[in-house]
């Protein structure tokens, strides 16, 4: 924690500093530049500090934004392979009928007509 932080923290605890505490704190904050520079210290400090958490918030929500719609599609995409396996399977099941089928046909009228190589 640095010097700004530790200032800070003193001005914001709930204590019932005097007014001479304050205006210390607000001198010795700002340096050269007197209460005003302290001021501004403050509000520099407190805007960097709400950018930082900020930030965090923002990639804490990020992520599990990112979570909530990954998984359930990564779930889709499986089931959808396993579809296609099950529709892979039928189509060849139905194609090896189909031939043995035209097979059977070709030798019952003797035709050589039908090959099965075809398909």
């Given at each position: 924690m640095g010097n700004t932080e530790i200032i800070v923290n003193y001005l914001i605890m709930?204590?019932?500093?005097?007014?001479s505490e304050i205006t210390h704190a607000l001198?010795?904050?700002?340096?050269?530049?007197?209460?005003?520079?302290?001021i501004l210290k403050i509000?520099?400090?407190c805007r960097n500090e709400g950018f930082m958490s900020g930030r965090i918030e923002g990639i804490a929500v990020g992520i599990c934004l990112s979570a909530l719609?990954?998984?359930p599609?990564?779930?889709?995409a499986i089931d959808q392979k396993e579809k296609n396996r099950?529709?892979?399977l039928k189509s060849e099941a139905i194609?090896?009928?189909l031939k043995a089928g035209l097979a059977d046909y070709a030798k019952k009228?003797?035709?050589?007509?039908?090959?099965?190589?075809?398909?």
């Open positions: 709930q204590s019932g500093k005097s007014a001198k010795s904050l700002g340096g050269g530049d007197g209460m005003a520079g302290g509000a520099v400090h719609v990954a998984i599609l990564i779930f889709i099950k529709l892979m194609l090896n009928r009228t003797g035709s050589d007509s039908f090959s099965t190589e075809i398909i």
